[in-house]
């Protein structure tokens, strides 16, 4: 019952949906999360922190990034089900499409360059 109330509770905020659909084309580290998602770097690891009690994502250090990736069958028996519930209930969608062109397009050596940016990990 306890990993069912976590998964439902991670899928529950638009912001985790859509960091669940764009670690579906690769691996990101915060700072890319929080480039694409536009909000605090708090925010996005509180986000992640809740995907990631969920087993939903994992994170792996690699050095000054740590890298979240979708969960693999054998660290989540449920992911396969969840990931493709929600490729069902959003391949449409515009928010999920304008995140999937960003993910594509940033690149965390110019973002991590950028001296008005701190990131705290």
Known sequence: MRAAT???KALSDANRLRILMMLRNKPLCVCE???ILELA????SKHLSI???ASLVMDSKSGRWVNYRISTPGESP???IVLAHLDKILDRDE???????KVREVDRYVICASPT?????
Do not use: C, F, G, P
């Open 6 to 8: 976590n998964i439902y």
């Open 33 to 35: 999360i929080v480039e």
């Open 41 to 44: 770097n708090s925010t996005v």
């Open 51 to 53: 995907l990631r009690n």
């Open 78 to 80: 449920d992911i396969e």
């Open 95 to 101: 928010q999920v499409a304008s995140d999937n062109k």
């Open 117 to 121: 940016l701190t990131v705290t990990e």
